[in-house]
């Protein structure tokens, strides 16, 4: 069934028609007022016709359906808010943003309406989060105790550190929010979200997606932003320092300013800006781990010495945060040029590390060999005799752990 959605109105009457129609979506156990005003006041208002919306059972949506209900009804409550907005408009497009669950909606809208959402940023979320068990834990613990009980490891799980003493009112209202929000209508968008997968949909979504992570946020890592970057056909990541799993609330300035970027394509700020060198850094960081895994990444950390410190920072930044996180490619693509790159130049420690790196993106052994032998072709037959030599080696060991 569809559930009942509230629109809350963040942008004041004055000429709001003549505005692009942004729709924020909220975090579960958050409402849209305490999750997105401060975000919206610090620039988005000037600029977008801002409407936001609550869950079920959260905020000013008292309406709890007695039915379950799934991801993809819960994303068609919010087209039916918006299309009574966009009546009075004249116009049934809107930019989207969501955090969290709000960003599970919002996958599920470039979807199911991809006509409708030409653009969207998507924070603190995930393809898939969580588990079956976890979020069917979480659903008995509310049923029997209630929503206050959820409010301790919030607090410990949503915030970075020292936000709470940094911005005592902001995060008090969120946590009031959760506390204040209904049961049932908590537990039914658990229920959702347990349900939820939309990862092997990925690549059908064609609009240009910014994924936002926080460094700090256990809930959805910034793997989940970064599997949903680069799944999509023109993801971008960007990873905060310093925030958990409430970038909005957390960081309104920075992420009021990532979506008037990524959404009317306003002039990104200054490369000599620290906060965006430092995203991209970041952003290089987490994808690198992804690829070549911890444990590699943490060796060549450990390694670093004051000699070699710029040149690790340069690989982070620029070849994994400048150009392994760009669109255009997905990484089983960027894999197979690598290896043939590595081959044709003979750098065969960096070609072993890759060929690991390569199954970890989805290659198939069969596929990896099919990449060699068209280099035996155009590289040369004795760079594909060793190239063979060293990945059947790393993908003998593989095999055996």
């Not at 929000?181 to 990862?199: K, N, P, S």
């Not at 990873?239 to 957390?250: F, Q, R, S, T, Y």
Request: hydrophobic share 45%; net charge negative.
């Amino acid at each position: 069934m569809t559930p009942s959605i509230t629109a809350v109105r963040l942008t004041g009457a004055r000429h709001r028609a003549e505005l692009p129609l942004l729709v924020l979506g909220p975090s579960l156990g958050t409402s849209a007022s305490t999750l997105w005003t401060a975000c919206a006041d610090a620039g988005l208002t000037e600029v977008f016709d801002v409407v936001a919306w609550d869950l079920p059972g959260h905020g000013h949506n008292r309406a709890v359906p007695e039915e379950p209900f799934t991801m993809a009804e819960l994303a068609a409550g919010v087209l039916h808010v918006v299309d009574d907005i966009a009546a009075e408009r004249g116009d049934d497009t809107f930019f989207y943003a969501g955090d969290s669950v709000g960003g599970a909606v919002g996958l599920q809208l470039l979807l199911d309406a991809p006509a409708r959402v030409p653009a969207a940023v998507l924070l603190c979320t995930g393809a898939r989060i969580g588990t079956h068990e976890s979020w069917a834990g979480r659903m008995a613990q509310v049923s029997m105790s209630g929503t206050p009980v959820m409010v301790s490891g919030s607090a410990e799980r949503w915030f970075g550190a020292g936000f709470l003493e940094r911005e005592p009112a902001r995060g008090s209202a969120l946590l009031h929010a959760l506390q204040e929000a209904d049961d049932d209508g908590y537990v039914a968008v658990c229920g959702a979200l347990a349900e939820f997968d939309v990862r092997d949909r990925l690549a059908e979504i064609g609009a240009p997606v910014l994924a936002v992570a926080g460094v700090e946020d256990v809930s959805t890592p910034p793997a989940s932003l970064g599997e949903i970057a680069s799944g999509v056909k023109d993801g971008r990541l960007v990873v905060l320092d310093g925030v958990g799993h409430l970038a909005p609330a957390e960081a309104p300035a920075v992420v009021a300013r990532l979506l008037r970027e990524h959404l009317l394509g306003e002039p990104a700020a200054s490369s000599s800006d620290d906060r965006t060198v430092r995203e991209v850094r970041d952003a290089g960081l987490v994808v690198r781990r992804e690829v070549l895994g911890d444990a590699h990444v943490d060796r060549a950390s450990a390694a670093t010495t004051d000699f070699t410190r710029d040149f690790q920072e340069l690989i982070t930044q620029y070849a994994w945060g400048s150009i392994w996180t760009r669109p255009g490619l997905d990484r089983r693509s960027r894999s197979m040029i690598t290896l043939t790159a590595l081959v044709a130049r003979g750098h065969h420690e960096e070609l072993a590390m890759h060929v690991r790196a390569a199954r970890t993106n989805g290659l198939s052994v069969e596929e990896i060999k099919e990449v060699l032998l068209q280099s035996a072709v155009y590289c040369g037959v004795p760079d594909a005799n060793t190239a063979f030599r060293i990945a059947q080696q790393v993908l003998a060991e593989m095999e055996e752990r």
